[in-house]
């Protein structure tokens, strides 16, 4: 049996969470879940993704995932399970199953083939999603859940790419954190250690090691544990102190050798 990992918009205040562990639980008893987040705001793909990309690389082995952020359920946008790096990912075709790494296969979910009697046409999650995520969980074959698709035809992450100008590395800020740290788009990768960030009106952070390296209101530019840079102020937002926020850009200025 392999794990099931959620990840919804779907807050703690309804029983709509509940309903999908039910489900699970349901169609395959004994399943192992796990809570990514069901704080992502109502109909944000973006964050979503976002999310989705940072919990990937710790996903126990061959686990499902069940994302559901769905502002066009009901609609004709398509519900799909794609296979990426070993794992199962049930979405809707929005962007979110296409937001952490190439897709070697795409299943678009078929109600009939699935065996599902009634589809709402407003909880996609309990109905549709969870049953097809219960399935996988089980090891059954994913041709058994609907027909095959193009990978290339799945509709685009909205999380934009770093772009890389000569000396200059231009991005976005991604997130804003409870802290109000701002999450860039920019790998710490890509730029050496003693490389920070501009952001605002022109304002340069230092680049540090921890948040305690930085002075008292100082912004500074660190790796997050996303592996992105971003902006802190630790004890304060930065997004609050800076007036930045998702969009914004950020630049890295490379030194010239």
Same mark, same amino acid.
């Given at each position: 049996?392999?794990?099931?990992?959620?990840?919804?918009?779907?807050? %703690?205040?309804?029983?709509?969470?509940?309903?999908?562990?039910?489900?699970?639980?349901?169609?395959?008893?004994?399943?192992? =879940?796990? %809570?990514?987040?069901?704080?992502?705001?109502?109909?944000?793909?973006?964050?979503?993704?976002?999310?989705?990309?940072?919990?990937?690389?710790?996903?126990?082995?061959?686990?499902?995932?069940?994302?559901?952020?769905?502002? @066009?359920?009901?609609?004709?946008?398509?519900?799909?399970?794609?296979?990426?790096?070993?794992?199962?990912?049930?979405?809707? %075709?929005?962007?979110?199953?296409?937001?952490?790494?190439?897709?070697?296969?795409?299943?678009?979910?078929?109600?009939?083939?699935? @065996?599902?009697?009634?589809?709402?046409?407003?909880?996609?999650? =309990?109905?549709?999603?969870?049953?097809?995520?219960?399935?996988?969980?089980?090891?059954?074959?994913?041709?058994?859940?609907?027909?095959?698709?193009?990978?290339?035809?799945?509709?685009?992450?909205?999380?934009?790419?770093?772009?890389?100008?000569?000396?200059?590395?231009?991005?976005?800020?991604?997130?804003?954190?409870?802290?109000?740290?701002?999450?860039?788009?920019?790998?710490?990768?890509?730029?050496?250690?003693?490389?920070?960030?501009?952001?605002?009106? %022109?304002?340069?952070?230092?680049?540090?090691?921890?948040?305690?390296?930085?002075?008292?209101?100082?912004?500074?530019?660190?790796?997050?544990?996303?592996?992105?840079?971003?902006?802190?102020?630790?004890?304060?937002?930065?997004?609050?102190?800076?007036?930045?926020?998702?969009?914004?850009?950020?630049?890295?200025?490379?030194?010239?050798?």
């Amino acid at each position: 049996m392999r794990p099931v990992a959620l990840l919804t918009d779907f807050g %703690d205040d309804d029983h709509y969470v509940g309903v999908l562990h039910s489900v699970l639980v349901s169609e395959a008893p004994g399943v192992e =879940r796990i %809570d990514l987040t069901h704080g992502v705001p109502p109909g944000d793909i973006w964050t979503g993704s976002y999310f989705l990309r940072c919990a990937w690389p710790h996903l126990p082995k061959a686990a499902v995932v069940l994302a559901v952020v769905d502002p @066009g359920v009901g609609t004709t946008r398509r519900a799909v399970a794609a296979e990426v790096e070993g794992h199962w990912l049930v979405a809707p %075709d929005n962007g979110l199953a296409a937001a952490v790494a190439p897709v070697s296969r795409v299943i678009v979910l078929d109600p009939d083939a699935i @065996g599902l009697q009634t589809v709402s046409a407003t909880f996609h999650g =309990r109905d549709l999603f969870a049953p097809a995520a219960a399935r996988l969980a089980r090891s059954a074959k994913p041709v058994t859940l609907g027909a095959k698709a193009d990978p290339e035809s799945l509709v685009a992450c909205p999380l934009p790419d770093p772009e890389r100008d000569g000396a200059t590395i231009r991005g976005v800020v991604i997130h804003v954190d409870r802290f109000g740290n701002l999450v860039s788009n920019i790998p710490a990768a890509w730029a050496p250690e003693d490389t920070g960030m501009r952001a605002g009106w %022109d304002d340069a952070t230092r680049r540090v090691q921890t948040y305690g390296d930085a002075g008292p209101g100082e912004a500074v530019t660190l790796e997050g544990s996303s592996g992105l840079l971003e902006i802190a102020i630790p004890g304060e937002s930065a997004a609050i102190v800076l007036d930045l926020g998702v969009g914004d850009e950020v630049e890295v200025h490379l030194p010239k050798n």
